[in-house]
């Protein structure tokens, strides 16, 4: 490696607004201030709140109509049908 090219990496030490403290190093030192972290975030805490996406559908339903329903698939342990065969031209 080349000498006095590469960034210091030092302790930083991250401050969430919820209080949550996490130290660990980087090229940025110091200390750096989060608005949100892990600690509070909705998607890690599990406390996420859903919203009325049935509503969203029925109103797009309500617009758009229903999609067409789609015919039933064939049961997989049913061969197919052939074709019919054709007459050979003479």
Do not use: W
């Given at each position: ?18 209080g ?25 805490t ?40 054709k007459?050979?031209?003479?």
């Open positions: 490696m080349k000498d006095k090219i590469h960034p210091d990496y030092g302790p930083v030490r991250y401050e969430c607004a919820c949550n403290v996490i130290e660990s190093n980087s090229t940025r030192q110091g200390t750096i201030k989060l608005d949100i972290c892990s600690g509070c975030h909705p998607f890690f599990g406390k996420q709140k859903l919203i009325d996406s049935a509503g969203r559908v029925e109103r797009f339903y309500r617009k758009y109509g229903r999609p067409a329903e789609k015919p039933a698939a064939k049961p997989a342990d049913q061969p197919a049908e052939k074709p019919a065969d007459p050979a031209n003479s």
